[in-house]
């Protein structure tokens, strides 16, 4: 894998090349990987024209780290005798969205890793808890791989959810039709959830024409309005074309996908890696059913994820 600085429309960014693919990280948007490209002409993530672009909707383009992932009812919850208070910045349905790790700066860590660190000096939001995120990544000819690790530098157990808001491009290959492609997705089960607040409700439904049209990769995702919360299967989610499929294989972590599409019809759909279930410390229900888990003092946990092309 070759590294190269550059600057990116005036942004400071890494340029990544090898195994025929390129991909560009840009460190104060959270390390986002905002490009991922292949030899044969497939762009696989969906590029933002600029940085200012970028910074207008940061969680629509490439790679965006989202600490917490989705949604915290009411930017609340309540763990170890703790109290968590987010920001309300979804005020329409009074949660908080995402987190802010898309948007901060990380600090180059020497090779294609990005430090971010948050301690008492300089906390990240209002969230009680020293810690450190590592976002790395490799490249070659098994596609992008990224690694990221979260240790809790904090004296008490920390909550820990972490995902990506990925962006997918649709089509992959310049004069594709959006309409030839489709996705595959190895549901378990698909979470439902309350029109009203996005939260959900606890039922889970496992057939469905939706799942049915995921398990046999025949869905289209530019034809309909995608909001949906799946709990999955071993195997990988695949965006299928006819020149070649883009495949993510989750190699350690995330039971959970988002999948959304902005309404269908906007050239994206973003299959997003959950590491727990949508405001999962706020639900009813077992740890090892939502998803929720806590880093004990000094503890670090290791997620991985793999975006490749398989040309066909």
Known sequence: ???????????????????????????????????????????????????QTLAAAPN?????????????????????????DFPINEPSRHHHLHGLLSTTPFVHGGGAAFIFRADAQH??????????????FTLDEGGLVQTLTVRNDSALPMPLGTGFHAAWSVPLFPGQSPLDCRLHIPVRRHWLHDPQTIIPTGETVTDSPLLRALREGTLVPEREALSCLLELDDGPVRLITPRGDLVCTREAGYPFLMLWNGGGGQGFVCPE???????????PLPQEIS???ALAPGQSATTRLRYALELK
Not at 60 to 70: A, E, H, Q, S
Not at 273 to 283: E, F, I, K, R, Y
């Open 291 to 293: 998803g929720f888990t």
């Open 123 to 136: 906390p990240y939001l209002t969230f009680p808890h020293a810690f450190t995120v590592t976002r790395a």
């Open 1 to 51: 894998m070759n590294i190269q600085r550059e600057a990116w429309q005036g942004e400071p960014a890494l340029l990544l090349t090898g195994g025929g693919y390129s991909a560009r990280i840009l460190p104060r948007f959270g390390a986002n990987c905002v490009s991922l490209r292949h030899e044969s002409g497939a762009v696989l993530l969906r590029e933002p024209k600029n940085p």
């Open 60 to 84: 629509v383009y490439g790679l965006p780290l989202l600490f917490p992932p989705n949604r915290i009812r009411d930017g609340h919850f309540s763990f170890g005798g703790r109290s968590y």
């Open 273 to 283: 890696p959950q590491s727990w279930l949508v405001d999962a410390p706020n639900l």
